[in-house]
């Protein structure tokens, strides 16, 4: 018993009862805690072993040993099995159970056989009956089957006076192995282990109280039997283990070796992307800065223009670092700047004059906040139709539709004809700009229509859809 030790401060005062009361109850707590750790670490291997080992006992077979548990049905997605017809197939997951039946009819006409009694006697019905019970019982309660088997075999041997082996009648021989193994099975192998050592215990049990002097004992072939039964069982369940281990370090390593190979991928892209397209936006960036000091006196609208050509390119080389960002994250993960929205519309009208198109905005509706994912594709549409506008209608005017409806939003984006006599030649495309936004607004649920306007310019048509809060279910 350790001895516990109360330490107080005696200088505290009265009105710190409550902080003194905290301060023992600690120190107790300490002592005790230390106290068990040393006791703990005086025991010796084999006392720390044995108490292992009895929990472990107590665990497998003393906790709960009659608890329901059923007999699941056979997986029906084996290499074998699922290349038989539908029935077939169906009846398979009910196989165990069939099986188990099998042996518990194996014992039952064991058991009668071997009364020495006429077939249709109670007495050898009963014998035959009790050996099948604890093998049936496996069924639903497998470690309940096992001590209802070590207390049938008893009572078989009484109910025989004593005639044939001992401590095993044939009948419970052939039910108390079946239920080792079903038993085994179901189970795990330290379980297993502990069920031939107490039918061990059993057998030298009985051996030593009658066995030895009135009749023939059959111990020793059941215990080198179910040895070599349990054996059998237990390598069973490490090759089970251990392939169910690899398949799970294979599916892992599949896992990262995909994750690796999209991640070298997406590497590969945003260097492509860095040395093809950010060398050239940093060349622009740089030459319309320069620019203007090369040529003397230069008008202000020249200024104007390069000023412009510069900031449109460092806003893409910044918007192109972002994106190779995510390109190289190995974990995608939202950026921190905020999106731009339908509020930031008018900035990129005004970005767009100083290039050269006269673009008009119409605001129809009440206008209204709307979701972000929402916001954030309107703009986008907005900005990839009108920059269409400028690669391939230089020279043309064009208008920006806003429609807050009912349901959704609508946008609606379309420009002239290109002048004939133009100094700015139209630039190809390759079309991914339309492809963007379709795939922008299949995402939302929404529709697009896209082609050239009965003026002979082109219109873009798109129609968001929001949902509506009901104010019940505000």
């Not at 007495?123 to 309940?144: D, H, K």
């Not at 251990?242 to 896992?255: C, P, S």
């Not at 002239?416 to 495309?429: D, I």
Request: hydrophobic share 45%.
């Amino acid at each position: 018993m350790a001895r516990v030790v109360l330490e107080t401060d005696a200088r505290e005062p009265a009105s710190a009862g409550t902080t003194a009361l905290t301060r023992s109850a600690y120190r107790v707590s300490v002592t005790e805690t230390t106290q068990q750790q040393h006791g703990a670490g005086t025991r010796s291997p084999e006392y720390r072993l044995a108490r292992n080992s009895l929990r472990g006992l107590r665990q497998d077979l003393f906790h709960d040993p009659f608890a329901y548990r059923p007999l699941p049905p056979r997986r029906t997605d084996g290499p074998f099995v699922r290349r038989l017809p539908a029935r077939p197939r169906s009846a398979a997951q009910h196989l165990p159970h069939a099986v188990v039946g099998v042996l518990a009819l194996i014992a039952l006409m064991t058991g009668v056989l071997s009364s020495g009694l006429p077939g249709g006697d109670v007495m050898a019905l009963l014998i035959g009956l009790l050996c099948a019970l604890p093998v049936l019982t496996t069924l639903v309660r497998p470690v309940g089957a096992f001590w209802l088997s070590l207390a049938v075999t008893p009572v078989v041997a009484v109910i025989k006076s004593g005639q044939g082996d001992w401590p095993w009648m044939p009948g419970a021989f052939v039910g108390h192995l079946a239920v080792l193994v079903v038993v085994a099975l179901r189970t795990r192998p330290r379980t297993a282990a502990w069920m031939w050592v107490l039918t061990g215990v059993y057998a030298f049990l009985s051996d030593g109280v009658l066995g030895g002097s009135y009749y023939a004992t059959n111990s020793a072939p059941m215990m080198v039997t179910s040895a070599f039964a349990l054996l059998v069982v237990s390598l069973w369940h490490v090759r089970r283990t251990a392939e169910q281990e690899v398949t799970a370090q294979q599916t892992v390593t599949a896992h990262e070796r995909s994750r690796r190979t999209l991640l070298e991928e997406r590497t590969t892209i945003a260097r492509e992307l860095h040395d093809v397209v950010a060398h050239h936006m940093s060349v622009v960036a740089i030459q319309a800065e320069a620019a203007p000091y090369r040529v003397e006196n230069p008008p202000p609208e020249l200024e104007r223009a390069f000023a412009t050509i510069r900031e449109n390119a460092v806003a893409a080389l910044t918007e192109l670092r972002r994106i190779l960002g995510v390109v190289r994250a190995e974990d995608y993960e939202a950026p921190d700047a905020p999106q731009p929205t339908l509020a930031d519309l008018d900035a990129l009208l005004v970005n767009v004059r100083d290039a050269g198109l006269e673009v008009e905005k119409v605001v129809t509706g009440a206008v209204r906040e709307l979701p972000q994912g929402v916001e954030l594709s309107a703009y986008r549409i907005v900005q990839e139709a009108l920059s269409n506008s400028l690669r391939h209608a230089p020279g043309a005017s064009a208008r920006v539709e806003i429609g807050y409806v009912l349901g959704g939003l609508g946008v609606r984006v379309v420009n002239g004809p290109a002048p004939e006599p133009s100094l700015v030649k139209p630039s190809p495309g390759a079309g991914h700009g339309i492809t963007g936004m379709r795939e922008r607004v299949a995402m939302l649920n929404g529709e697009m229509t896209a082609g050239p306007a009965d003026d002979g310019g082109y219109e873009v048509a798109v129609f968001l859809p929001v949902a509506t809060v009901n104010e019940g279910d505000a």
